[in-house]
């Protein structure tokens, strides 16, 4: 744990994209370790520092603000690590930030560990924190995530409540913390920022909205709040 490599110190000139990717993907490579059979692992959470010392922090936030940047970066990585199941890859934090020079440093990071708490309903105050590890949780009415009653929820939001689906919702893990994703629940489903704006995932562009520490999640029936689930820190 803690692993941490600098990958190429200073960056002589301009920080362009090509140069960017290839420093990325190699700090990420250089964490794998091998377990078993000589299959590469990779920590769950990384932290890519990106230093810019040309006042250019602004172009390469844009570059890694991208959904196609990161998409590149596994792209490559899974390239480089040929055994490396895609559900391997870790999740990606980038942090970009003004420096005497251009610098890349990818290391190991701590795991951020959520909590959702329930508020209404026939689970009224309960708490219920996220495995760290997993990158994607299934959120709903009762135990089953759909009809079919093959895949468990991992967030049971409610025992009887109709106006929440069995099949209500998906969370992200990604570089921003967690994003929600609408499944049965469509546009029923609002995300109630700290300051006051209400996004609806189903009617978002990528489908998914990021969730912050604070914000709440909200159930409702098509009009009224059936159930509320606020997003902590645990």
Do not use: C
């Not at 362009?16 to 250089?30: E, F, K, N, S």
């Not at 590469?40 to 570059?63: A, C, N, S, Y």
């Not at 135990?143 to 409610?158: R, T």
Request: hydrophobic letters at 40%.
């Amino acid at each position: 744990m803690g692993v941490k490599e600098l990958i190429g110190g200073a960056i002589q000139g301009e920080l362009g994209q090509p140069d960017l990717l290839r420093r990325v993907t190699a700090g990420i490579v250089a964490l794998a370790r091998h377990a078993e059979r000589g299959l590469p692992v990779l920590p769950p959470e990384v932290e890519v520092r990106i230093r810019v010392g040309d006042g250019g922090t602004q172009t390469i936030e844009r570059f890694v603000q991208d959904p196609a940047f990161d998409r590149e970066v596994e792209a490559r990585v899974l390239n480089e690590l040929v055994r490396l199941r895609p559900d391997g890859l870790p999740v990606r934090r980038y942090l970009v930030e003004a420096g005497e020079r251009n610098a890349v440093e990818v290391k190991e990071a701590p795991l951020r560990r959520f909590r959702l708490r329930i508020q209404g309903g026939d689970r009224d105050g309960v708490a219920i924190t996220l495995p760290p590890t997993r990158r994607q949780y299934l959120l709903g009415r009762g135990d089953w995530h759909g009809e079919e009653m093959q895949v468990a929820n991992d967030v049971v939001l409610s025992e009887n409540e109709r106006g929440v689906s069995r099949r209500a919702a998906r969370l992200h893990r990604s570089a921003a913390g967690l994003e929600l994703e609408s499944l049965d629940q469509r546009e029923a489903l609002v995300v109630e920022k700290q300051d006051g704006e209400r996004l609806r995932p189903a009617l978002t562009a990528s489908g998914r909205v990021p969730l912050a520490f604070g914000d709440r999640i909200v159930f409702t029936d098509g009009k009224t709040p059936v159930i509320t689930a606020v997003v902590e820190e645990a």
